[in-house]
């Protein structure tokens, strides 16, 4: 399978590229690529900096790699949701949230996957993402947006 371009990566990607868990075609496609970033993801990295352990002797050596990928994306290529988008995702939220009876502290994933999905859509972009369950639903609530999945091995 070819990724299409261009191609915005959800939280998803760079987990999985942390953690070694792609595919070598996963690997090949993503090389090929110049992808488009979110200032959602960004934030949803860097809130694990905060979120670990300083004592753990591993957390440093993560708090490393994180801002070292987030500093390394180009500005021009990071998508910021304009005042539209946070406003028709609070609305997908609200309606998945009441849908679904989301759990009160599920309800910050789903607005995040939102506002990475209206910036992908917004942009012209398609959303690369291992969480399907999510990026579905958007997908049937907004079908003029675009998501591709993948599973890690």
Known sequence: MLLPEPILYD???????????????????????????????????????????????????VVREIGSIVDHWPPSRVLLPDRAIWREAA??????????????????????????????????CTVLSRNVRDFDLLMQLVPAGKAVFYRIQ
Request: neutral net charge.
């Open 11 to 61: 939280t998803t990607v760079y987990i999985d590229v942390l953690h070694g868990k792609l595919s070598n075609h996963l690997k090949r496609e993503i090389a090929r690529l110049e992808p488009w970033h979110c200032s959602v993801t960004e934030s949803e990295m860097t809130y694990l900096c905060g979120r670990l352990d300083p004592a753990h002797p591993g957390t440093a050596a």
């Open 91 to 124: 609305i997908l939220t609200g309606i998945l949230s009441r849908l679904q009876n989301t759990r009160a502290e599920d309800r910050g994933r789903t607005m995040n996957d939102a506002l990475i999905f209206l910036s992908a859509l917004q942009h012209g």
